[in-house]
Every structure is written in structure tokens, then in C-alpha cells.
């Protein structure tokens, strides 16, 4: 079965510094990864997503995640973090022979401070 | 691009009372649909998917069921409410490259 570890809660950091929100995963066969974002009280919006190819995906607001295969982890990165960044982050593994159903991690609050 | 409705934006219930919670999409035809429910705060959790009209596979036991009567009409029902149904529902479905694109969500309080 398919799961997926966000082993922070929350994440605090300050404006301006690099932001990282972790994830891990256990799936049989090749995983199709993706990091969701939620704002306050709105919908699950897309960020990114590993499929195949090159491990660093560039996604929306200047995020990005590496795939590694050997750690089977997905960090989501930002460079340089804004308050507007605050939110609830989820990560998601599928794989195709499971109908592409997402597992979903529990999630981690990022709080940007000013 | 697909665009999904979901509604009520919100919803009050007394305990026992039924639920009915529509999702409908637009944009593709022949769409994976999902329902999730959000703890408050917390995580997601997969309660059914569709991959057909009347074809439903339920994730978890528990008090709601779901039906599919067209192709891009899910619905979320349930014949009496418990105070643990009360949540965030997410309407969801399946776009080009695998990802998952969502409705605002439900916010269902059960009293």
C-alpha cells in the first residue's frame, strides 16, 4: 500500500530565508509525486508534480521539489519565503496500477514570520 | 481547463438529518471523481473514487455514501448525520498529467 510521511506539523520561518517542507513515501513501482497547497479557507490548489524526467521540478510562486529515489523523499523548497507562503501544504503519491488514487500526507502548517 | 462546482459552500445539520453534497465538473468528459474529507487543520483523507457513472469504490467504512448518476455529477449523501461527519469536503477530480483539481470544499457542521 501507498503512503505518504510529512514528519513536520509546522515550519517557522522568516521572510526572506530558504523554506523547506519535507515528505516522504512508500509505494510499489514508480510514484507519481505532488505537493498541494491550501490557503485559508480555500480549496487545495495545484503546485507541482514529479512524473518522470529530470528530479527538480520547478512549480507555481517559485517553488520546487527534488525527487530522490534512493531517500524516497519529495522536499518542497522555496529559495527565499514570503508571508503570502503561509498555508497548509500536503504531499501526494500515486501510481498508475492504483488508478492513480492520491494518498495524501497529513500536512504541514508553514508560517512565514515578517 | 477543468473547472469543478461544489456546493453548499457551507452547511449546518442537526445530528440525524440527511446529507446531500453535489459536485459537478466541467471542461472533460469522462473524468476520475474523488470526494475527500479534511479534519480540522489536519490531513486528507480519500472517502470515495469513481471511475465511471455507477461506479463507485468506498475507501472507508463509515456513515456517507456516494453515487455517480452522470458523468461528471458525483454526489456525497448520507441517511442520518453523526456528530463525526462534521468536516471540510473536497470534490476532486483527475486533469492531463495525473493531477488532482479541486472544488472550494464544503464546510459541513453537524450539531
Known amino acids: 500500500a501507498q503512503s505518504v510521511a510529512q514528519p513536520e506539523d509546522q515550519v517557522n520561518v522568516a521572510e526572506g530565508n530558504p523554506l523547506t517542507v519535507k515528505c516522504t513515501y512508500s509505494?510499489?513501482?514508480?510514484?507519481?509525486l505532488f505537493w498541494y497547497v491550501q490557503y485559508p479557507n480555500r480549496g487545495l490548489q495545484f503546485l507541482l508534480k514529479?512524473?518522470?524526467?529530470?528530479?527538480l521540478v520547478k512549480g507555481s510562486y517559485g517553488f520546487e521539489a527534488e525527487f530522490n529515489k534512493s531517500q524516497t523523499s519529495f522536499h518542497l523548497k522555496k529559495p527565499s519565503a514570503l508571508v503570502s507562503d503561509s498555508a497548509l501544504y500536503f504531499c501526494?503519491?500515486?501510481?498508475?496500477?492504483?488508478?492513480?488514487?492520491?494518498?495524501f500526507g497529513g500536512g504541514t502548517r508553514v508560517l512565514v514570520k515578517p | 481547463s477543468q473547472t469543478i462546482h461544489q456546493w453548499p459552500a457551507t452547511l449546518v445539520q442537526p445530528v440525524g438529518s440527511p446529507l446531500s453534497l453535489e459536485c459537478t465538473v466541467e471542461?472533460?468528459?469522462?473524468?476520475?471523481l474523488y470526494w475527500y474529507r479534511q479534519a480540522a487543520g489536519r490531513g486528507l483523507q480519500l472517502l470515495f473514487y469513481?471511475?465511471?457513472?455507477?461506479?463507485i469504490s468506498s475507501e472507508v467504512p463509515q456513515n456517507l455514501s456516494a453515487s455517480r448518476p452522470q458523468d461528471r455529477q458525483f454526489i456525497l449523501s448520507s441517511k442520518k448525520l453523526l456528530l463525526s461527519d462534521s468536516g471540510f469536503y473536497l470534490c476532486?477530480?483527475?486533469?492531463?498529467?495525473?493531477?488532482?483539481?479541486f472544488g472550494s470544499g464544503t464546510q459541513l457542521s453537524v450539531l
Open positions: 501526494a503519491v500515486s501510481f498508475k496500477a492504483a488508478g492513480n488514487k492520491l494518498t
Open positions: 509505494v510499489s513501482g514508480n510514484p507519481y
Open positions: 514529479y512524473i518522470t524526467g529530470d528530479n
Open positions: 471542461g472533460t468528459s469522462n473524468p476520475n
Open positions: 469513481s471511475v465511471g457513472i455507477g461506479q
Open positions: 476532486a477530480c483527475t486533469g492531463l498529467g495525473e493531477k488532482l483539481f
